[in-house]
T-cell receptor, first 116, second 109 residues
């Protein structure tokens, strides 16, 4: 089945630094990738939608200059949290449209970001 | 905006049945998903409904009524490992999934 590999699974960084999270589709081409953020005991909130070769579409209230998304190839999408602050500490998950299996969506394993 | 409601918490006994309800009001509709999520992990696909009616898959069943904007997930023969958060999500027609806040199910011995 379609697999999305997400790395790192956990990262701790200092305030003011940047962190990059990668999602790779291993056995299919992901033309569309969704990036979610999940705070403790809350649901997944869509941050942005990225399409290969074009600019990402951000949801209302999400700062595009802070959360940089790059989807330069059909198998790799990255989310960079720039100038991270403690309030950015969260669980970040990517999801790709596969077109088949699980009715079209598969999730990465998630990244736990802690900003100290 | 999208509005998806589900109860916050439910508790049940091992071997029992639990029904998790989900109501939705969305700008479009192209199917409803149920996912299971354990703490610190990604969601795992459970079921998908796009037409009215009941979909059964082993111990899990899901029902959809599009006219009522309503779905439920039925978990039978509960096991301890079923303790998790259950997420209702709607495809709004633009391929985006909007998630409910999740229902935490606790299974007691």
């Amino acid at each position: 089945g379609a697999v999305v590999s997400q790395h790192p699974s956990r990262v701790i960084c200092k305030s003011g630094t940047s962190v990059k999270i990668e999602c790779r589709s291993l056995d299919f081409q992901a033309t569309t990738m969704f990036w979610y953020r999940q705070f403790p005991k809350q649901s997944l909130m869509l941050m942005a939608t990225s399409n290969e070769g074009s600019k990402a579409t951000y949801e209302q209230g999400v700062e595009k200059d802070k959360f940089l998304i790059n989807h330069a190839s059909l198998t790799l999408s990255t989310l960079t949290v720039t100038s991270a602050h403690p309030e950015d500490s969260s669980f970040y998950i990517c999801s790709a449209r596969t077109g088949n299996g699980d009715y079209g969506y598969t999730f990465g394993s998630g990244t736990r970001l802690t900003v100290v | 905006g999208q509005n998806i409601d589900q109860p916050t918490e439910m508790t049940a006994t091992e071997g029992a049945i639990v029904q998790i309800n989900c109501t939705y009001q969305t700008s479009g509709f192209n199917g409803l998903f149920w996912y299971q999520q354990h703490a610190g992990e990604a969601p795992t696909f459970l079921s998908y409904n796009v037409l009215d009616g009941l979909e059964e898959k082993g111990r899990f069943s899901s029902f959809l009524s599009r006219s009522k904007g309503y779905s439920y997930l039925l978990l039978k023969e509960l096991q301890m490992k079923d303790s998790a958060s259950y997420l209702c999500a709607v495809n709004d027609g633009d391929y985006k999934l909007s998630f409910g806040a999740g229902t935490t199910v606790t299974v007691r011995a």
